[in-house]
């Protein structure tokens, strides 16, 4: 099929005027993006020096219970009389580096099996698809579920178990990704030149897909940690008396009137969560070569 | 030209699944020698571009043999490309996607370099290709975005010919480019292999262009070479209808406004026929 | 008798560092029954002028000055004219043809309704009327079995055809003038014939005015009967298409025809190379260049 003769630089007046339909964030998504990543980054300071920073010991049963906030406490205090505040603190140093950790790991597992999928083709595709679609093929949460309980509840397992259901959507998009550029002239070019398949993955692949992946890992963070926190919160996570949001939510069931049990932890989850989420959308907006919002022509990564 | 072709071909034939499957080429064979350039001309459709594949090893053979220097030129496939083939370069139709994105001009010439000091070859500055295809040296650092479409053609050829090859194909190299540099950028890609004593197989729908800077020319219609030779000889006097058809279609820009002639349905119907005489033209 | 007069039209291009300049005041008349080819590299403006014309410019493109149709006597300004003035012109009195025959019909819709819908909405003729009318067009065009062909889509034709069918589509509603944006460049040149024939022979035949946008001075030479040489947004030369091509006045036209293969001035492949290795016409290579025009 012969291309067209005109060449790139004449201006296309279609790709000026159409433009991506904007989701809800539009060009608000730069300043939340920033403001996501100043609210990840305290978090991030909190998790690295609670100890330092937390008033009272966060396993240390020693005040009155179930104050509520103001008496001498920021949060208030639990029914073992242990300070919220500083559970809180605590736990972001349990959730937030478990979380990383939990996506990391996702995407070098998925990204590697995706990319030997797509790359090599044929009965490797399909052997590494099949196990993909197998493990795709369970509600996320009740396949975590499962395998942490028979693992043994415990944080480690529970974060296991989220390794387990979460490195199949990594795989899939690298694989969709790696596809998309496997024929490309300059892939195919560096063949003819002699490179292994590791040095075309390495040189010519994974520079051109790192942009997608990582936009779903960011966004992905806020998932790990719901996904971990729901796992203790049903008790196949963190064991008492570790400080951990979710299993502080679902301690605060117990004792519905004291509301600030539940609401501190809640709340925790719930600005982590966002943030990174604002991250992930200001980070894909900012890889679209196609949007006008950050900066026209997109990051170089 | 040397006695033993660099690169030859005999009967090879591509084929795509359907039903019935298609054959793009239908049973083609040609010989190229060092320091030669032929051309392959057509129009699309014609299987010009499946032919280059299947010469250069990207595109798989139904049958027949492609042998670069005797050696049997295997598919590109999980295996590395063995070495002595990487004597064997292309050059793409689309120059936006035959540089990678995300590295530094110099470095994907350097590539080249490479490949060339594995074989055993001289190394090169890629600085010194970028200045030999008529671009500064200091764009070395620089990205292929930054680039014009024309310029990034001439740094492709660039990384191809830093590899030394000694046979140079070509895939409609210049039909994406600017009209006022085909011309150039093509006259150019002649004299680098000549200087480098390669050959080089030269497709395009272009014949003006090709009737500048090919010493051989081939015609294809629908899979198979309908007329073949010296350049020259085919342009002044075709021998067969296509060939005829191809040439009187083409608009001369001599002001006269005169059309090109449209070939009608019977003239279409002749084009399947194989002249043996066509396939052996030799200058006078 | 002048049909399309431009007049002064500036297009400038709303950039974060200002107004970036792409058409730089041009003058150009369009006679009635003529073709009038509008030639340039890429860059140099030509199809954003043809755009113009039919008020098609992307958003952060401004445009001034004065695009005036005349027919029966009376004129119509087309630049900045209000939505329904345009509405009335595109397809009915001014009509468009573009490069990728592929792109240019709707791939969903069957060729048939593609004609008529159109009629039916300008002309406000019966579907019966639109039909018959509808396989004139592609007899008119050449379109094998035109009945047909009515029912199959665009992905059913040959490139060719397409271009033939995008070409009926464009005249189903009688326009005065034609725009026509490359539209045999995407074409084998056996096929790019057939169409450059039709072309002619439309504008023989029906008084069809045509404004042909090409970079392929081959193409102008058969069929233009004036010629405008574009250049970074300004014209550089205007004449018919015998003297442009015998005695061109500017130095770039001449450059123009000095680099095409079948020129009348011949050159070995060395001076080609030389050429461009060298510093020609215009800029050295070099490779920052942010608004290249074309190549060198």
């Known amino acids: 099929m012969t291309l067209p003769t005109v060449t790139t630089d004449e201006i296309d007046p279609t790709r000026l005027r159409w433009r991506r339909p904007r989701l809800r964030l539009g060009r608000w998504s730069a300043p939340l993006g920033i403001a996501g990543a100043a609210v990840a980054l305290l978090w991030i300071l909190v998790a690295i020096f609670a100890p330092l920073i937390e008033p009272h010991d966060p396993l240390a049963q020693n005040l009155a219970i179930l104050q509520a906030p103001g008496h001498g406490t920021f949060m208030g205090t639990d029914e073992l009389g242990r300070d919220v505040f500083s559970r809180v603190l605590s736990g972001a140093s349990v959730t937030i580096p478990l979380s990383l950790l939990l996506v990391v790991m996702s995407v070098l597992i998925g990204a590697v099996l995706g990319s030997i999928a797509g790359f090599f083709g044929r009965w490797v595709d399909e052997l590494i698809m099949r196990i993909t679609d197998l493990v795709m093929a369970f509600p996320t949460v009740i396949l975590a579920m499962v395998i942490a309980a028979a693992l043994g509840a415990s944080l480690l397992n529970a974060v296991l178990a989220a390794l387990i259901v979460s490195w199949p959507s990594y795989a899939r998009l690298t694989r969709g990704l790696v596809l998309g550029l496997r024929q490309s002239n300059y892939v195919v070019s560096g063949q003819l030149l002699g490179f292994s398949a590791l040095k075309s993955l390495w040189r010519d692949i994974a520079p051109n897909i790192l942009g997608p992946i990582l936009v779903l890992a960011s966004l992905d963070i806020g998932t790990a940690i719901l996904l971990l926190s729901g796992l203790s919160f049903l008790g196949l996570g963190a064991k008492p008396p570790t400080a951990e949001w979710g299993s502080m939510v679902s301690d605060a069931v117990q004792n519905f009137d004291s509301w600030w049990l539940g609401l501190f932890p809640g709340l925790a989850i719930l600005t982590v969560v966002v943030a990174f989420n604002f991250i992930g959308d200001a980070l894909r907006d900012a890889l679209d070569p196609k949007s006008n919002t950050l900066r026209g022509g997109g990051l170089t990564l | ?284 | 008798m002048s049909i399309l007069a431009i007049s002064d039209l500036h297009i400038d291009l709303r950039t974060s560092d200002g107004p970036r300049p792409i058409v730089g005041g041009i003058d150009l008349v369009l006679e009635k029954g003529r073709i009038h080819g509008l030639a340039g590299e890429s860059g140099s403006g030509k199809t954003m002028t043809a755009l113009a014309i039919l008020g098609l410019l992307p958003d952060s493109m401004t445009a001034t000055g004065s695009i005036a149709l005349t027919r029966e006597g009376s004129t119509t300004e087309l630049l900045g004219a209000p939505r329904q003035v345009l509405a009335g012109i595109r397809g009915r009195r001014v009509a468009m043809v573009f490069q990728d025959p592929s792109t240019s019909l709707h791939p969903q819709i069957s060729v048939g309704r593609q004609l008529t819908d159109h009629m039916r909405h300008h002309l406000k003729v019966g579907k019966q009327d639109a039909r018959a009318r509808a396989i004139q067009l592609l007899e008119r065009v050449s379109v094998p079995d035109p009945a047909g062909a009515l029912k199959k889509f665009p992905h059913q034709f040959s490139g060719g055809q397409r271009q033939r069918i995008a070409i009926a589509v464009a005249l189903a509603c009688d326009p005065d003038v034609l725009l026509a944006d490359e539209p045999t460049t995407a074409l084998d040149v056996t096929v790019q014939a057939g169409v450059l024939q039709l072309l002619r022979g439309l504008v023989d035949d029906i008084g069809l005015s045509v404004l042909l946008v090409t970079h392929d001075l081959g193409v102008m030479s058969a069929v233009a009967d004036e010629v405008t040489v574009m250049r970074a947004g300004v014209i550089v030369e205007s004449a018919p298409r015998h003297q442009l091509f015998t005695a061109p006045q500017h130095e770039y036209t001449r450059s123009l025809l000095a680099a095409l293969p079948g020129s009348t001035l011949e050159e070995s492949p060395d001076v080609l190379v030389q050429e461009l290795l060298g510093a020609p016409t215009g800029a050295a290579p070099s490779p920052a260049t942010a608004d290249a025009e074309g190549d060198e």
């Open chain 2, 1 to 284: 030209m040397t006695d033993q072709p660099v690169l030859s071909t005999t009967d090879v034939v591509v084929e795509y699944r359907g039903r019935p499957p298609l054959r793009a080429v239908d049973g083609v064979s040609l010989a190229i020698g060092a320091g030669e350039v032929v051309a392959l001309v057509g129009e699309s459709g014609c299987g010009k571009s499946s032919l280059a594949r299947a010469v250069i090893g990207i595109e798989k053979r139904a049958s027949g043999s492609v042998r670069f220097d005797s050696s049997d030129v295997p598919v590109l496939g999980i295996r590395r490309r063995p070495r002595e083939f990487t004597g064997m370069q292309m050059v793409f139709q689309d120059p936006n996607s035959s540089l990678n994105p995300r590295r530094r001009v110099g470095d994907q010439i350097g590539d080249g370099v490479s490949a060339a000091l594995a074989r055993g070859e001289a190394g090169s500055d890629p600085a010194d290709w970028l200045e030999r295809v008529g671009l500064d040296a200091k764009a070395a650092r620089s990205y292929p975005h930054e680039f014009s479409g024309g310029q990034k053609q001439r740094i492709a050829i660039a990384r191809a010919l830093a590899a030394r090859p000694r046979m140079l194909v070509a895939d409609e190299p210049i039909s994406a480019l600017d009209a006022s540099t085909q011309t150039s950028v093509a006259a150019l890609m002649r004299t680098l292999c000549l200087d480098a004593g390669a050959g080089m197989l030269f497709i395009s729908h272009d014949l003006s262009v090709v009737r500048r800077i090919a010493d051989r020319t081939l015609v294809m219609y629908r899979g198979r070479i309908v007329e073949a030779g010296d350049t020259e000889t085919i342009w002044q006097d075709p021998m067969h209808p296509y060939t005829e058809a191809l040439l009187a279609a083409i608009p001369v820009p001599d002001g006269a406004g005169r059309l090109p002639v449209t070939p009608d349905d019977e003239d279409r119907l002749s084009w399947t026929e194989l002249i043996p005489e066509a396939l052996e033209r030799t200058a006078e």
